[in-house]
């Protein structure tokens, strides 16, 4: 294989105007879990010569963000695979709507691992009822956030806790559970929303009235909620659901085995005889 283009060792800063480029590409906004993760990556300039043409996004041995700019699309198979030679990328994570990276990575060969669903809101809908007496809906401050922890079994991370807007459910002096509200840094437009049920007061619809207060709140404040979740807990999924959040996207884990080695040929169709041009 001819390898022609350098991997340069960089930082979002040095890819702003390329990140703008690829943000505005996406047909639809990342949420904080997606944001935390470009956050995190390792990030690589795509040079071809000595010109800026792309960049890439890794975390370890896992590929995360690839971005290439329109006039050097016709390389990205080219500049993909190259990455995985001299980065030695083995797998990939891809949201279902990143169209350049599901496409460049549907031509391999790959083992496939479901990670997760992303949502958006598409209907209002009335105040669910609760058979709960006296329930208030406000936010934390600091001094709760022991608390809250405590009565969650700590299912908010020092991340939530620092960067989102923490709220609680209360039925007098029972908490019911909490929600959460993280702003987009780069869809500014966007919130993230999510919510815990406390263990003694689930499948009674706390979920789904949390998620309600959250969203109106996004709405009063000017900002869209969005949402993600685990593939495989269907439960919040569900809960998502109830409160009108919709899948838009699917996450998935792609581990690379190989590309496939297409041999030159003109357009036969299947089962005629392939003949060099």
């Known amino acids: 294989m001819n390898f022609s283009h350098e991997f340069r060792a960089s930082n979002l800063q040095e890819n ?16 904080s879990y997606l944001e935390d993760n470009l ?4 990030i690589f300039s795509i040079m071809a010569s000595d010109t800026h043409i792309g960049f890439l996004g890794v975390q370890g041995a896992t590929l995360w963000f690839f971005y290439v700019v329109k006039s050097h699309t016709r390389h990205a198979q080219a500049i993909f695979e190259e990455a995985t030679h001299k980065l030695n990328v083995k797998e990939v994570f891809f949201q279902t709507y990143d169209n350049l990276l599901v496409s460049l990575v549907m031509d391999w060969e790959f083992e496939k691992k479901k990670g997760a669903y992303f949502f958006e809101d598409t209907f209002h809908m009335k105040r669910p009822s609760l058979s709960f007496a006296n329930t208030s809906f406000t936010q934390a401050e600091a001094s709760d956030f022991s608390f809250i922890q405590q009565e969650t079994n700590n ?29 987009g840094r780069y869809f500014t437009d966007y919130t993230s929303i999510g919510m815990v049920t406390c263990t003694r007061f689930r499948k009674q619809g706390v ?49 690379l085995l190989e590309k496939e080695s297409i041999p030159e040929r003109t357009g036969n169709p299947p089962g005629e005889e392939v003949t060099a041009p």
């Not at 390329?18 to 990342?30: H, K």
């Not at 908010?156 to 620092?162: I, K, N, T």
């Open 207 to 255: 979920g789904k009235l949390i998620l309600w207060h959250l969203k109106e709140w996004c709405y009063e404040q000017g900002l869209i909620p969005i949402a993600g979740c685990w593939y495989y807990n269907t439960l919040s999924r569900k809960t998502l659901e109830s409160a009108g959040l919709t899948p838009r996207a699917r996450g998935m884990r792609a581990i």
């Open 16 to 31: 702003g105007e390329l990140l703008a480029a690829y943000l505005q590409s996406l047909p639809s906004p990342m949420d």
């Open 39 to 42: 956050d995190k990556s390792q």
């Open 155 to 183: 299912f908010f991370d020092a991340l939530d806790l620092s960067n989102g807007e923490i709220f609680m459910l209360h039925a007098g002096d029972d908490l019911l559970g909490c929600g959460i509200s993280v702003r």
